[in-house]
C-alpha cells in the first residue's frame, strides 16, 4: 500500500518577446496541460461518495499537510470517476481505482500511473462487476474481489464472487478465481490470498488462495462472515468473525486464541486495523441509536492479550474507515458529517490524543498510505 508519485510537466513552449518602448519584457509560460501535484509520499483518501450518486473520489494530502487536494484523478485527467469509490492499492508503477456505477455495467478498475494518477487503462464489464477490494502483491499482479452480477432483494446475490487476477504488465484481467458469494475483503499474508465476505451475503466461508497457482487451496468455515484483518509480528493471521476475533496459524490453520469482542448482540465490531508494529489492532464497536446514526467507540488490544478491556475505549466514537500510518504509525479515522457534503481525515496518536483533521471528499472510507 505504499507508493511513490513525481510529477510536475511545466514547460515554457514559447520565447519571450521584446515588446517595444515602455511595454517591457513579458514571459509567456504555458503548462501542459496544467501544473499537477506531487504524488510521490503522502496519504490517498478514498472517498466512496453518496449512495447512488456516483461521486466518489481520491483526495491527497502531504503528511505535514492539514490541507488536502480533492478529486485529485479529475484535476489530473479532466474527467471524473463516474461510481463510488470502494478501493485504491498501488504498485511502485501503477495505481488500481475501484470503481463502483450504481447501473449495472458501467463498473470499471481505473488504472494510473502511480507517479502522476495519470489514466493508462481502463477493465471494464463484464471483466468486472460489483468490485469490492483491491490487494496488489507485487509489480506484475494485483487481486481484486467482485460479487458479480447482483439481483434485488431478497436475492441480491444471485452468483458466486470472485476474484479478478490482474496482469500489471498488460492492464488486463488473466483470470478469474471463483469463491463464495459476497466475496469482499482481502488480506494477502505469508504468500496467501485470504479472502472474506460481506455479512448479508449468509455465507460464512473463508476462502484461502494460492498465488503461485492462483488457485483455491483451502475453505474454512466460520461462526459468521469472515473479515481477514492481516498478520501479526509472529506472522499470525486474525480473521474477525461476529463479535469474535480469531488468530490462526496458516500453517496448520489451527485456531490459537479467540477473543471476545463483546457478549452485546445489538452492537457489531468493524474497521479493524493493525498498529505499524503488528502487536495492537483496532477497532470499532458500534450501534445504531433510534435515528438510525451510528454510534460506539474505537479499542485496542495487544495481540498478546486474552481479552478487550471494553471500560477503557482509546476514542470516543466510531469512524467510516480506520488505518495506521505504517510510516508514522498515527492512526486515521474517516468522519462523515453526511453523503451530501465532504468528510475529514482526523488523525490521532496511538494513546488516543488527537493530531489534527483534514478536509477530504464525501463519505471517506480507507486511506493508502506511501
Known sequence: MINTYNRMKTR????????????????????????KGDYVQGVFVINEGNFSSNNGSLAFFAREN???????????????????????????????????????????????????????????????ENPRNVVVVDDHTAYVSCWGTTGTYPNFFVSNGYIAVVDLASNSIKKRISVAKGAENMVYANGQLIVGTVDYSGVNTLTVINTATNEVAKEISMIAAPNPIGADASGKLWVQAGLQVFQIDQASWINEKTITLSTDASKSAGNFALSNDKQ????????????????GQTYAFKVSDNAVDL???????????????????????????????????????????????????IAPTGFVFK
Open 12 to 35: 515554457i513552449i514559447s520565447a519571450c518577446a521584446l515588446v517595444a518602448a515602455s511595454i517591457g519584457t513579458w514571459s509567456c509560460n504555458q503548462s501542459d496541460p496544467k501544473p
Open 311 to 361: 471500560s477503557k475505549p482509546l476514542i470516543n466514537r466510531v469512524f467510516t474507515g480506520l488505518a495506521v500510518d505504517p510510516l508514522q504509525g498515527l492512526i486515521y479515522g474517516a468522519v462523515t458529517p453526511s453523503y451530501a457534503q465532504a468528510g475529514y481525515a482526523v488523525r490521532y496518536r496511538t494513546d488516543g490524543s488527537v493530531v489534527d483533521s483534514v478536509k477530504v471528499g
Open 66 to 128: 492539514t490541507t488536502a487536494e480533492a478529486d485529485i484523478f479529475n484535476i489530473v485527467n479532466g474527467q471524473t470517476l463516474k461510481g463510488g469509490i470502494q478501493g485504491y492499492a498501488v504498485s511502485d508503477e501503477k495505481g488500481l481505482i475501484l470503481v463502483d456505477n450504481s447501473a449495472a455495467g458501467q463498473d470499471e478498475i481505473q488504472i494510473v500511473d502511480a507517479n502522476t494518477m495519470e489514466s493508462l487503462a481502463t477493465i471494464g464489464s463484464p471483466d468486472v
Open 280 to 295: 495492537t489492532i483496532f477497532f470499532n464497536l458500534s450501534y445504531y441509536d433510534a435515528n438510525y446514526v451510528s454510534q
